[in-house]
């Protein structure tokens, strides 16, 4: 693992929601370096609203946000890339009638003399879209235009990789290859991930630490071998009580 990946984001008592709309109320975690944190929680509990926030895409109305030693709070959302933060959204952000390269290449704009070895270390990540370098990125299925969408992010050469929902509509074969890439890329470059998933066993087989959120504010924040399935059943049918803290 290189320095540049021991990097950590925080939030600190986080308000944030769209305009008017309050959703994160008081929110507060720090990632691990090199590690994998997952945030669970039921439809609508805010967890791509955290991930907005910290990418500056939804609006704060209180609270930090640091990338390291810098406070990046008011930062707009292009200087945050440039820093380092990899953000791979829900809806694929790849450029359909782009090819796969094009699209590949278009990911390295911050590191223009670098695309060739960027190029090489994504495509040995995704070996599956070498066959299709040449095609238009809206013809590769489903599965590869995610796998597509996280090649295109690691160009940036990311400190932190924040995932929506990288499952989200995949057939189960599909899911159980994004899920190995995601292991795969946290082992060979030890880039921490903040995974927002749906698929809760999946998430708790890679992840290191699990935040729960439950109606925007955090609900339980713990190594993931300290979770049980039952715990989070019970807790995102409401029925569990509030444990914040990292115990
Ligand atoms: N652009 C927006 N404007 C207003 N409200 C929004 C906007 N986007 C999301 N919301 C609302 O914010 C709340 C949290 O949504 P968010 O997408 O963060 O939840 P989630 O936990 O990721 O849900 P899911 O698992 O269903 O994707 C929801 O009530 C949603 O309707």
Redesign the pocket.
Known sequence: MTSRHTTSLSLTDVDA???K?A??SRLSFATDPGGILT?L????????????ALMGL?SLTGGTIRLGDEDITKMPVHRRVSLGLGYVP?VDNVFGDLSVDDNLRMGAFLHPQETPALREQALELFPQLKPHLRKAARLLSGGERRMLSIAQTLMIKPRILLM??PS?DLSPKLVEEVFACITDLRERMGIPVLL?E?NVTHALRIADRVIV?AE?SKVLDRPTEAVTLDELGEIFLGRHPVTAQQD
């Open positions: 929601g769209y305009g709309v959703i994160l945030i929680g039921a439809n609508g509990s805010g967890k791509s609203t955290c991930l907005k939804a829900q929506d929902e989200s927002v749906q959120l925007g």
